[in-house]
């Protein structure tokens, strides 16, 4: 087989800012030993996020040119409005801003104090909106999804007997609905079957219980149910997506992901009432429910991106670019979370760093490591994102200690790749310098966005 080469060519290019060592060292003893508090220009390969830093197609600049920009019944509505129908058969779409306002959305109109809300893992601001509002937000992921070394192939699953037994447990006037995240980005990136999409939705339709997917990755999920589940070789990726939302009730989206835009998201839902409750929010907090909170431009180049999130050939080298990094670390001996998902790569730190406790964040001396060695930046999930403190204010370290590499979309080509994989080898063969860190300020809430750290003295 040959290579499988980025299915684009490049016709803008934007330049990579390459400081030396010494001035990273530098730039990092400025932010406080925090990547949060670096200036972006200084990371030469930015893997914090694939939210919002993908490339967009000529097809969707062209578009954007064409954004009709009236307040109501933009024609730029029509085509959004058009394409979110066609790939989801949900009746009623509202646009958003992004991701999170379609959840406040949802959470302030159907959520009621000590309401339960179910979900395969919830992303944290997900959960956060829940929380808000006095939910209680419930994990139900299936056992393999939390063994960093099973290589089952649907490791985003639900557990079904767990769904059961939750709904038992509280009943379903508790449950105003479910939801299930694709892929599972707070468990890795791993994706959902079909079936137990088809499960959970079964499970839920016995008691009356809607079902809401939360759908940023949906195309790279659709993705691994065709290569991974049988039955879905020869259908296409629309076609999988179709059969994966005529499960649904209502959908969350932020297209900052597969809608393969830099802004923007929607709400939808089929059940009238709940959309004349989300038309009301929307208007007070987002905009007029024909643009909710974008620009006709914007409504435009997610039309246009959502569709090409579908593209098969895009699909297979995106997934080929995370296939080349696991496949080369794990040569090279790194640990990593395995099997890969479809979005990152998350090495694991606790094991690359047995030297230092959790307590002293193992994933703060990677990802420190890989900026000064590489001007790579990634992002710790681990015991400075998780961790909590107990009653006497004693603070506990998190089960994981990982880093995650997140791939913007058709940002980053095969040599960008070569460079990050020699960068992760220097940080791998050197890991014993790798100091451990105390935390020298931090905020209440969402410490590791602005938290100072030192490093502190090898043992
Ligand atoms: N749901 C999931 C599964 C997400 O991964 C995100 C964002 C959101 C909801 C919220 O969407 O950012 O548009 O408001 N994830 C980003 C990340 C921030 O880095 O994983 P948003």
């Not at 009709?68 to 509505?77: C, L, M, T, V």
């Not at 395969?120 to 937000?137: K, L, M, P, Q």
């Not at 929010?281 to 991106?305: H, K, Q, S």
Request: hydrophobic share 40%; aromatic share 8%.
């Amino acid at each position: 087989m040959k290579t499988i080469i980025e299915p684009f060519r490049i016709k803008t290019t934007e330049p990579i800012h390459i400081i030396s060592k010494e001035e990273r060292i530098q730039a990092l003893a400025d932010a406080h030993q925090n990547v949060f508090l670096l200036d972006a220009e200084d990371c030469c390969i930015d893997l914090l996020t694939d939210s919002g830093t993908g490339a967009m197609s000529t097809r969707q600049w062209a578009a954007m040119m064409i954004g009709d920009e009236s307040y109501a019944g933009s024609r730029s509505w029509k085509h959004f409005q058009a394409t979110v129908k066609d790939i989801t058969g949900i009746k009623h779409v509202f646009p958003t801003h992004q991701g999170r306002a379609a959840e406040a959305i949802l959470a302030q109109t159907l959520i009621r104090k000590g309401d339960i809300i179910p979900n395969n893992s919830h992303f944290d601001t997900t959960r956060a909106n829940i929380e808000y509002v006095g939910g209680v937000a419930v994990n139900l992921l299936c056992p393999e999804g939390t063994d960093t070394s099973d290589t089952s192939p649907f490791k985003g699953n639900m557990d079904i007997e767990k769904l059961e037994q939750c709904i038992a447990a509280n009943g379903k006037e508790k449950i105003p609905f479910a939801m299930i995240t694709v892929t599972n980005n707070t468990g890795g990136g791993q994706p959902v079957s079909m079936k137990n999409i088809q499960a959970v939705k079964s499970v839920l339709q016995k008691h009356g219980i809607p079902l809401v997917i939360d759908a940023c990755r949906f195309a790279e999920n659709a993705y691994f149910i065709k290569h991974r589940e049988p039955g879905y070789e020869n259908r296409s990726l629309l076609e999988i997506a179709r059969e994966i939302f005529s499960c649904a009730d209502g959908a969350t989206m932020s297209c900052k992901k597969d809608g393969l835009a830099n802004i923007g998201g929607f709400l939808i839902c089929n059940n009238d009432d709940w959309a004349e409750k989300f038309r009301t929010l929307l208007i007070i907090r987002e905009g007029f429910p024909t643009y909710g909170g974008l620009a006709g431009r914007d409504l435009e180049a997610i039309a246009v991106g959502l569709k090409e999130a579908l593209e098969y050939d895009y699909q297979v080298y995106r997934h080929a670019t995370v296939q080349y990094l696991s496949k080369s670390l794990i040569e090279i001996g790194v640990p990593i979370v395995r099997p890969a998902g479809g979005h990152a790569v998350f090495l694991d730190a606790k094991k690359m760093l047995p030297h230092i406790p959790p307590l002293q964040y193992p994933g703060i001396g990677i990802v420190n490591a890989l900026y000064t060695h590489g001007g790579v930046r990634g992002v710790e999930l681990g015991t400075v994102m998780f961790g909590a403190f107990d009653e006497n204010g004693n603070e506990t370290a998190s089960p994981l200690e990982l880093v995650r590499l997140a791939f913007p979309r058709r940002v980053y080509t095969q040599s960008h790749f070569d460079y990050l994989i020699e960068v992760i080898r220097e940080v791998w063969e050197n890991r014993q310098e790798i100091p451990g860190y105390k935390i020298t300020y931090q905020a209440p809430f969402l410490r590791h966005f602005t938290c100072h750290f030192e490093k502190l003295a090898r043992a």
